[in-house]
């Protein structure tokens, strides 16, 4: 996955990955943690545009390779993991709805894994892009 980092506030990042974001720094709050603790940043990756990354865990906590190592990126048609699989934001799964999962995992300190449903996997679907229609 190749990325282009900035810690800048990018205003053109998709509307869902936005949603998602504030939701996410919103839930946080509610629970005395801050976002910005999860090194959030945009990023700009080849395949799917503009995104949010962010760590599931604090590097001044846990450090700098367990960071790196359960960071996701929150792209328009939803939450991406470093090897490729995702949960996709839809009608049915918005995205305030999958940034309800990651506050409760971060708030508890445990990662959101990836999926790892084999007939997805079989089918070929982590590849595949969602969104909402």
């Known amino acids: ?3 282009k980092k900035s810690k800048a506030k990018t205003p053109d990042v998709g509307p ?11 839930g946080l709050h509610c629970f005395e943690e801050n976002f910005e603790d999860f090194n ?3 990023v700009l990756e080849e395949k799917n545009g503009k995104g949010v990354m962010f760590s599931q865990f604090k ?3 846990y450090g700098r390779e367990t960071s790196e190592e359960y960071t ?3 792209f328009e048609h939803g939450i991406v993991w470093p090897s490729g699989a995702s949960i996709c934001f839809s009608n049915e799964q918005p ?4 940034a ?5 995992a971060l708030s508890r300190e445990m990662p959101v894994n990836k999926p790892t449903c084999g007939n997805c996997e079989t089918k ?6 969602g969104g909402l229609r």
């Open 59 to 61: 590097e001044k906590d």
């Open 95 to 98: 995205p305030e709805q999958v």
């Open 1 to 3: 996955m190749t990325n």
């Open 100 to 104: 309800l999962l990651f506050i409760a």
């Open 72 to 74: 996701v990126i929150a």
């Open 124 to 129: 070929g679907m982590f590849s595949k892009g």
């Open 16 to 26: 869902f990955a936005e949603r998602f974001a504030k939701f996410l720094e919103i």
């Open 40 to 42: 959030p940043c945009h």
